[in-house]
């Protein structure tokens, strides 16, 4: 397994939580980490795609895209 180092910050609570399980599993801090990140990865559907700067108008509804992306490039032909 190719792994790279991460560093978290976590609040004490949580710090002191993750040290427990650890202890009680006999299992490495990192390794409980690894292992929720990949059920939380798991469940957790992909973001939606990115805006394509129409996004940034908050007035422009999607249904407007096709007409402000055409006005926009007309505008850089002149």
Known sequence: MNTHKTTLYLPADLQQRLKDASRRTGRPQAALVREALE????????????????????????????????????????
């Open 39 to 78: 059920r939380y990865l798991a469940t957790t559907p992909p973001p939606l795609p990115t805006s394509i700067g129409a996004g940034d108008d908050p007035d422009l509804d999607a249904r407007d895209a096709k007409h402000w992306l055409h006005e926009r490039w007309t505008d850089r032909e002149r």
